[in-house]
């Protein structure tokens, strides 16, 4: 059982605009900034969004991020076949000390 | 050109012990905030423990404490993850992470390595 609650699955078709949500609690989302990464199947984790709504260098401006009150939101817009990929969202705990994580996003472009 | 490269992972009994390094390159290792994170092939990725060696700052998961230590070499620029006591649901790719220069995320991860723990 995750700390942070997101859907298990989600599904657009290509050129569409999908949501994944990220419920926490206020010793999490409530006092830290969101993070939001992308794994490609086989692969390590890749950082899509930090501090709620940055993008680093090299991400598409399709991918945006929000938060708000205890929950935060990753949106990708123009879906392309190759965002198919587990999306996860991430923040620090302070009643934990520690990071906690979603248990994940399966998004699939039909 | 930053890189982090896990090793030490493997097969190893119940009650065993493990060493896992991450050679890091392209960076300060000592002015950053590096984390060991895992995921058992198929689920979610689980946080394991931090270490800052400007401070000697480390903190770990409840899952894992008391049985994991994490420690850095700044000479070295490897951060290592000693774990005893391992269990079956220790099992798990290992992979090691730097959290960004914007204080928060991570923004560069290694390739994982494979710890099989076998009962």
């Known amino acids: 059982q995750s700390v942070l609650t997101q859907p298990p699955s989600a599904s657009g078709t290509p050129g569409q605009r999908v949501t994944i949500s990220c419920s926490g609690s206020?010793?999490?989302?409530?006092?830290?900034?969101v993070n939001w990464y992308q794994q490609l199947p086989g692969t390590a984790p890749k950082l899509l969004i930090y501090s709620n709504n940055q993008r680093p260098s090299g991400v598409p401006d399709r991918f945006s991020g929000s938060k708000s009150g205890t929950s935060a939101s990753l949106a990708i817009s123009g879906l392309q076949s190759e965002d198919e990929a587990d999306y996860y969202c991430?923040?620090?705990?302070?009643?934990?000390?520690?990071?906690?994580f979603g248990g994940g996003t399966k998004l699939t472009v039909l | 050109e930053v890189q982090l490269v896990e090793s030490g992972g493997g097969l190893v009994q119940r009650g065993g012990s493990l060493r896992l390094s991450c050679a890091a390159s392209g960076f300060t290792f000592s002015s950053y905030w590096m984390h060991w994170v895992r995921q058992v092939p198929g689920k979610g990725l689980v946080w394991v423990s931090r270490?800052?060696?400007?401070?000697?700052?480390?903190s770990y998961a409840d899952s894992v404490k008391g049985r994991f230590t994490i420690s850095g070499d700044n000479a070295k620029n490897t951060l290592y993850l000693q774990m005893n006591s391992l269990r079956v649901e220790d099992t798990a790719v290992y992979y090691c992470?730097?959290?960004?220069?914007?204080?928060?995320?991570?923004?560069?991860w290694g390739q994982g390595t494979l710890v099989t723990v076998s009962s």
């Open positions: 991430s923040t620090w705990d302070d009643s934990l000390n520690g990071v906690v």
């Open positions: 992470a730097r959290v960004g220069s914007y204080g928060s995320g991570f923004d560069y």
């Open positions: 206020s010793s999490n989302i409530g006092s830290n900034t």
């Open positions: 270490f800052y060696s400007a401070g000697s700052s480390t």
